[in-house]
Nanobody
Framework: QVQLVESGGGLVQTGGSLRLSCAAS????????MGWFRQAPGKEREFVAR????????YYADSVKGRFTISRDNAKNTVYLQMNSLKPEDTAVYYC???????????????????WGQGTQVTVSS
C-alpha cells in the first residue's frame, strides 16, 4: 500500500507560479510511474502530467504543455509539479497518483492508476 500526500496548493494571480509536491510512503516509490490529475467543480477529473519511474520520460496534457513541468526525486519519495503562467482555467483540485501496474506505459486514464492522494486546491484569480 502506498500513501500519497499532496501539498503546495493555494491562491495565485493569473500569470503566477506554484509548485505542488506529493510525498509518498513506502520503499517502492521508484518503481511506480507517477501522475498528476485535476478536477474542477462540475467537471471530470482530467490528466495533467505523468513521469516514468526513473524520470526519463514525461507526458503532458496539451492544455499545460510548455507551462507545467513534472519531476521526481526518488531519494525523497517525492514528485513535483511546477506550474508557471497560471490561468484561471487551471483552477482545480490537483491530485497525484501512482501507477503500479503499468509503470512503463504512458497512461492518461485515471482508472489505470492504483493509488491516489487527497488532493490540494489551486485557485488562480483573474
Amino acid at each position: 500500500q502506498v500513501q500519497l500526500v499532496e501539498s503546495g496548493g493555494g491562491l495565485v494571480q493569473t500569470g503566477g507560479s506554484l509548485r505542488l509536491s506529493c510525498a509518498a510512503s513506502g520503499r517502492t516509490f521508484s518503481s511506480y510511474a507517477m501522475g498528476w490529475f485535476r478536477q474542477a467543480p462540475g467537471k471530470e477529473r482530467e490528466f495533467v502530467a505523468r513521469i516514468s519511474p526513473s524520470g526519463g520520460s514525461t507526458y503532458y496534457a496539451d492544455s499545460v504543455k510548455g507551462r507545467f513541468t513534472i519531476s521526481r526525486d526518488n531519494a525523497k519519495n517525492t514528485v513535483y509539479l511546477q506550474m508557471n503562467s497560471l490561468k484561471p482555467e487551471d483552477t482545480a483540485v490537483y491530485y497525484c497518483a501512482a501507477d503500479r501496474s503499468s509503470p512503463y506505459g504512458s497512461s492518461r486514464v485515471r482508472y489505470e492508476y492504483d493509488y491516489w492522494g487527497q488532493g490540494t486546491q489551486v485557485t488562480v484569480s483573474s
